[in-house]
């Protein structure tokens, strides 16, 4: 059974920085790529940042390029979000993703803030 698990969610002031990491359990973790998504009160669900299975590649959404920073190690099975220069507009419940044969899994999600 797949599960991920977040943690690191928080509140921050604008100019912080955060980290979120997910601890992936029932699959290969070095063989999927990853994501990172959030939702805003009232917006759909947006992709944030994704990386490949050997960590070797990145990709960002433009909202956030420069200033988030998605990474894995593989050998814990864990994919984390660094998030500095933090804006109000990255308040939102993020979340971490994988899909595997179609099907796709989520984390249960970690609320971050950023208020001054």
């Known amino acids: 059974q797949v599960l991920l698990v977040e943690s690191g969610g928080g509140s921050v002031q604008p100019g912080g920085s955060l980290t979120l990491s997910c601890t992936a359990y029932g699959f290969t973790f070095s063989t999927r790529a990853m994501n990172w998504y959030r939702q805003a009160p009232g917006q759909e669900r947006e992709l944030v940042a994704t990386?490949?299975?050997?960590?070797?590649?990145?990709d960002y959404a433009d909202s956030v390029k420069g200033r988030f920073t998605i990474s894995r190690d593989n050998a814990k099975s864990t994919v984390y979000l660094q998030m500095n220069s933090m804006k109000p507009e990255d308040t939102a419940v993020y979340y971490c993703h994988v899909q595997r044969f179609r099907e796709d899994y989520w984390g249960q999600g970690t609320q971050v803030t950023v208020s001054s």
């Open positions: 990386i490949t299975r050997a960590g070797d590649g990145t």
